[in-house]
């Protein structure tokens, strides 16, 4: 079963500056996508940025930008010119290709922002 | 824009209830689901549905059942609720596109669900 591991449950950044968020996945397929959400606070998940697994390049979505490392097995995020609307729990989740459902999450990663 | 909505923000029940937990979406997704959300814990499946009258078990499905009647309609039953099902609540759809990144999952607001 694939298993996906965030090793820091907090983080903290100052306005304007970058942080980066740390995700880890388990698998044995070499198909896969993967997942970035974020919930604010009292709000609803919404998705931040994807990638497939396939494509050696890194997704980016405006400040938001990721590091896929495919034999690492590693899918970093990286928040660039930090925003206080930023301020959220970010969670990293993965799905096997041909499977149409299954979201396979971390535990979630609580991003702070400092003004 | 998709739109995803739980029939509650807050639920208090009792023991022993049984409690509904419902869910609509307006996009015409074929796949819904629900996940249960714990601190520390992520999110965890705990049933979903591919189409009108097809469920699937997820990671915890026990103490859980659902009904899937009409293509829109998710509902999450817990049949004698206990105070271990306190906890939030997500439901999400998504398009039965198999195999393409493209069909994300649209979360709805949450129940936040308590049992005394």
């Known amino acids: 079963a694939q298993t996906v591991t965030q090793s820091q449950p907090e983080m903290s950044v100052q306005e304007a500056e970058t942080v980066t968020l740390s995700c880890t996945y388990d698998?044995?397929?070499?198909?896969?996508?993967l997942f970035w959400y974020k919930q604010p606070p009292s709000r609803q998940m919404i998705l931040v940025i994807r990638q497939e697994a396939y494509k050696q390049q890194n997704a980016t979505e405006n400040r938001f930008s990721v590091n896929f490392q495919k034999a690492a097995k590693s899918f970093s995020l990286k928040i660039s010119d930090s925003q206080l609307g930023d301020a959220a729990m970010y969670f990293c989740?993965?799905?096997?290709?041909?499977?149409?459902?299954?979201?396979?999450f971390g535990k979630g990663t609580l991003l702070t922002v400092n003004p | 824009d998709v739109k995803v909505t739980q029939s509650s923000r807050y639920l208090v029940k009792r023991t022993g209830e049984k409690v509904f937990l419902e869910c609509v979406q307006d996009?015409?997704?074929?796949?819904m689901f629900w996940y249960r959300q714990d601190p520390g814990l992520g999110l965890r499946l705990i049933y979903f549905?591919?189409?009108?009258?097809?469920?699937e078990k997820g990671d915890i499905p026990e103490g859980y059942s659902v009904s899937r009647e009409k293509k829109e309609r998710f509902s999450l039953i817990l049949e004698s609720a206990s105070t271990n099902q306190t906890s939030m609540y997500l439901c999400?759809?998504?398009?039965?596109?198999?195999?393409?990144?493209?069909?994300?999952?649209?979360f709805g607001p949450g129940t936040r669900l308590t049992v005394l």
């Open positions: 999400a759809s998504s398009l039965g596109l198999a195999g393409s990144s493209y069909n994300e999952q649209f």
């Open positions: 996009m015409d997704h074929e796949n």
């Open positions: 549905s591919y189409d009108v009258k097809m469920k």
């Open positions: 989740a993965y799905r096997s290709d041909g499977s149409n459902y299954k979201l396979t």
């Open positions: 698998t044995s397929e070499s198909d896969y996508y």
